[in-house]
């Protein structure tokens, strides 16, 4: 097996793989956009890296120990500049943050967490850059946790509406089929009750009761509680088959996936 492994590589390729590793192991400046990509840092073993994050990632409580580096459309590129970032990595595409770590001479990471496999993917990615990284225990709880809960759902599914925006005005955002949340559903067995276009679908209070799910779950970031409720009913809905999920998670695909999942199922319970 050894003389097998010796043939497979040319001298070019291990003197590219040395200068690779040498590379990574001075990527000790890393700058961070996106709560979600902040969070699977921290749960990867790769937190010591970073340098700065995004101003709307405060899990975990460490991150206000970092640089805050603006925010997606506002990045503080002088502030990156002068923490000496070794690389960037940006949910999304940020043409700015490209530009910058071109003059810098850095990597410029992006990715998505639109869906569960995205999340899967970032987590790919990471582990692929770092050797330290690792989210096999992260992967692998989750997916315990959905084939648990699809035995649970499987007798009864329901058809679940998730609010991921609601106000008192009428204005109600849905989470849409190319969403994580259609992926986590799913894989509880259950089924999203939304319009079949768009992530996610502006609705009219006509729209809810046309699609008429069995249960409606209302994301609340702010833990505003009984507030989110009011504002339901003041759309003149009926409220007998809904909750309200607080947390300053419920809106990010990142660590705390676990915490989500379980609170979505002991909505529906």
Known sequence: MTLIF??????????????????????TAVIVF???LTEMFYISGT???LAGVDRFSIWPSQASELAVIGDFLAPSLEMITALGATSIHVVGRNQS???????????????????LDDVYESCNRIENLYQEADFTGFR?????TLDSLSVL????PPEVMIVVYLKGDGAISLAGMDTFYFDILQGMGCALAAPEAGSYP?????GILAIAPDRVIILDPYNTGETALDAWRSNGLDDSNVT???????LIPGARLQELIIGIAQCLN
Not at 140 to 144: G, Q
Not at 153 to 156: E, T
Not at 244 to 250: C, E, I, K, P, W
């Open 97 to 115: 943050l490209l530009d910058l770590a071109e003059r810098l001479d850095i990597p410029c990471y992006q990715y998505s967490f639109d869906r």
């Open 47 to 49: 937190w010591d890296r």
């Open 244 to 250: 309200v999920l607080s947390g300053d998670h419920v």
């Open 34 to 36: 996106g709560p979600s």
């Open 140 to 144: 692998d709880e989750i997916e315990v």
């Open 153 to 156: 759902f499987s007798y009864d």
């Open 6 to 27: 010796l043939t497979g590589c040319s001298k070019e390729n291990s003197a590219a793989q040395a200068v690779q590793s040498e590379s990574l192991e001075s990527d």
């Open 202 to 206: 502006a609705v009219s209070v006509e």
